[in-house]
């Protein structure tokens, strides 16, 4: 089954300390991206990246850092967690279209993240 | 990109046809209009989307008016399960680096 997969679906840290949250796709899509969903600030891209080795910042980048050392592996790191990330947040690929993407994105389930 | 206007909910009874609109009055002639639905805190989902001429999937139906300043997204038969926010985005037939999101419609299907 196609499908964009996210861990952990539900996490509570505390400020500082660092974590990774995982995105793992299996349709072989080349562009990969982070959003986070706030309320009433709706949906906001992190990261993209449009294929290996490349990446770019979106419109809130500041906080965090992403890799992308394998097509189908695009994880989001949080270095040093403050409470202003707490947030849903949400992996999404798609396969390339003439510009970076198509606009059919597939979005991973979500992970909720709580910062104290 | 350009901007898109939709009502901020409406509602509707199982069974009856959903239209939700969207306003898309600056669109260029190089943008489709996309719809997704995200389903309580889910990801969002992709429906549907076209440029000039009307499209139909096994979702839905997009109607795009002639000038393609708006269009309308037809739930044919809604059910409880299609109660979600709707969203309707311009998108570049170039392709782009993202998606812009805005509030969408919250669509509540009743008995």
């Known amino acids: 089954e196609a499908q964009v997969t996210q861990n952990p679906r539900y996490l509570i840290t505390v400020t500082g300390k660092k974590l990774t949250v995982t995105c793992s796709q299996n349709m072989n899509h080349e562009y990969m991206s982070w959003y986070r969903q706030d309320p009433g600030l709706g949906l906001r891209q992190i990261y993209y990246s449009m294929n290996v080795e490349v990446t770019d910042k979106g419109d809130v980048p500041e906080g965090y850092k992403v890799s992308r050392k394998e097509k189908r592996n695009f994880p989001l790191i949080l270095e040093s967690p403050s409470p202003n990330q707490t947030s849903l947040y949400f992996c999404a690929s798609s396969s390339p279209g003439t510009g970076a993407h198509t606009g059919e994105l597939f979005f991973g389930e979500g992970s909720r993240l709580t910062v104290l | 990109d350009a901007k898109t206007t939709q009502p901020t909910s409406m509602d509707c009874a199982e069974g009856r046809a959903a239209n939700l609109p969207c306003n898309h009055s600056t669109i260029s002639g190089n943008e489709y209009v996309y719809w997704y639905r995200q389903i309580h805190s889910q990801g969002p989902q992709y429906i549907i989307h076209?440029?000039?001429n009307n499209e139909t999937n096994e979702m839905a139906s997009l109607i795009i008016t002639e000038d393609r300043k708006s269009s309308t997204l037809i739930l044919p038969h809604a059910t409880l399960r299609d109660t979600a926010v709707y969203y309707c985005i311009a998108f570049p037939t170039g392709g782009g680096n993202k998606l812009t999101f805005g509030t969408g419609t919250q669509l509540k299907v009743e008995l």
């Open positions: 076209g440029l000039k």
